[in-house]
């Protein structure tokens, strides 16, 4: 199969050798090989013969004609050069898109793929129990438990449990401290007793227990202080019960649940933060495995009480607790520096259960790669024939006589205030384009700050990060 290669006199010597062994022609269209236009590539293409053309992936015309009077299929390569290796050997077996980047376009079809693989693993899975259809155990994902601390004290507690089960929870905790009452926790159940997916109440106090009976799928957490006293009742309803050591051990607990007459058993070992125990809890996490039920692993607890990104850290304890067999992972979002950690954690347990017979959670098509970069790309250098040195911005900056601007973030839009008019969306050159279209910014100086403020207000959205105008990110 001839390939045709046109490219920039930048990116040439990548191209060429990128095409080393393959059987292409590499072409010099221009200095830059996305301003490649459709009449140029008519002219290269009836010049030879071949049988595929991969433009830049970050050409913006539409070379439609050209495949219409050729019938020669031109498609997208890469944005960067430096990816062409990843793409080159992929064809012909491979139909890259005539619109999107190959890199992209191969990032979203391997990720179609994890996605296909997710669905067969997990309806293919023998589970060790069902908390309303959702698989526990056996082969199946670890399950997402997203727990809601204080859930008496949420003002819009269905909203919150709802936006959980959005973003990958597959069971959402209510939680109640020692302030709660019977009457409190009744009432938070009934909030979302109609919801569909499983929910959890988190307290050792039999009688908040025995208040969620009625409409919760597992209850958090049975030991020997409190089974005696609502062990049978729970047993009664049919709800499932994580079980904790407390001072009996998990062992007697457990065959104290059983007696109760539990049938759907969880064990939870108790992992420790970093600096209170960790390395001897995942031990007992490991030896927990012998108990003949699935397994609780409380990651939330240790992320919580640790001042680092929680992404990397909940990547990284889902992996411990897929090599521990655990089937229910814990996490929470008690803290502003844990928000965003059931999406991350979903995330993870999908990694893990892509992960098979390979040695490394990596190249599954899906990551947990946000702010770095799973590789480096090489470009070749800018070229110039003169440079000047930029001149200091005037400390005295002059004001737009179309007036200023209030910009902020509500939700996952991004808000411009003007004249008491709301501009707002979800990308930051939507409403800098709506800006210049309505005339409501004259300097060009005041367009390229409002441009700066934007960016920085839709990356606040993008990192879960809060914004302020003017202030540092």
């Known amino acids: 199969m001839r390939i045709l290669l046109p490219t920039g006199t930048a990116t040439a010597p990548t191209v060429r050798k990128a095409a080393e062994g393959h059987d292409a022609e590499v072409v010099v269209t221009g200095e830059i090989a996305s301003f490649l236009t459709p009449h140029q590539l008519l002219a290269l293409v009836r010049k030879g013969s071949y049988d595929l053309v991969l433009v830049s992936g970050m050409c913006s015309a539409s070379f439609d004609a050209v495949e219409r ?23 012909p077996d491979v139909t890259l898109s005539r619109t999107v980047p190959a ?13 296909w693989r997710l669905g067969a693993c997990e309806e293919a899975a023998e589970p060790d129990l069902l908390l309303r259809g959702v698989k526990i155990g056996g082969g199946s994902r670890i399950k997402v438990l997203a727990e809601i601390m204080d859930a008496h004290r949420e003002p819009d507690l269905r909203a919150r449990v709802e936006d959980f089960f959005s973003r990958g929870a597959d069971i959402v905790d209510l939680g109640f401290g020692f302030d709660a ?16 997916g499983p929910l959890s109440v988190d307290t050792q106090d039999p009688a908040l227990i025995r208040a969620a009976l009625f409409r919760a799928d597992l209850v958090l957490s049975l030991h020997e202080g409190n089974i005696p006293a609502v062990g049978a009742e729970v047993a009664a309803c049919g709800a499932a019960a994580v079980v904790v050591p407390d001072t009996a051990g998990l062992r007697a607990n457990l065959a104290a649940a059983r007696a109760a007459g539990i049938s759907c058993l969880i064990a939870d070992p108790l992992l420790q933060p970093i600096g209170s125990g960790l390395l001897g809890s995942l031990a007992a996490v490991r030896e927990a495995k012998d108990l003949g039920v699935p397994l609780f692993f409380g990651a939330g607890n240790a992320v919580e009480l640790l001042d680092a ?35 991350e954690m979903r995330r993870a347990t999908e990694m893990m259960a892509l992960l098979g017979d390979r040695p490394y ?25 003169r440079e000047e040195h930029s001149i200091p911005m005037p400390r005295e900056i002059e004001y737009d006589s179309c007036g200023h601007f209030r910009i902020g973030i509500e939700g996952d839009e991004i808000v411009a205030v003007h004249h008491g008019t709301a501009i707002r969306g979800k990308r930051w050159q939507d ?11 004259s300097r060009l100086d005041h367009a390229a700050y409002l441009g700066m403020e934007l960016y920085r207000a839709g990356l606040a959205i993008r990192f879960g990060r809060s914004f302020e105008q003017d202030g540092e990110f």
């Open 103 to 115: 890199d992209d376009f191969l990032a979203a079809r391997k990720a179609e793929e994890a996605s």
């Open 309 to 343: 990104d929680s992404i990397g850290a909940n990547a990284v304890l889902a992996g411990l607790a897929r090599e521990a067999g655990a089937a229910v992972i814990f996490t929470s979002e008690h803290s502003d520096k844990t928000q965003g950690s059931v999406r």
């Open 361 to 385: 959670p990596k190249d599954l098509g899906i990551s947990l790669l946000v702010l770095k970069e799973k590789r480096r790309r090489r470009e070749p250098p800018l070229s110039y024939t």
């Open 181 to 196: 009452t019977p009457e409190e926790v009744d009432r938070c159940f009934r909030q979302v007793q109609n919801l569909e």
């Open 431 to 441: 409403i800098l384009h709506t800006l210049i279209v309505e005339g409501r910014v």
């Open 69 to 91: 009077e050729t019938g020669i299929p031109v498609y997208r390569g890469p944005r960067h050069a430096a990816d062409l290796p990843l793409v080159l050997p992929l064809l």
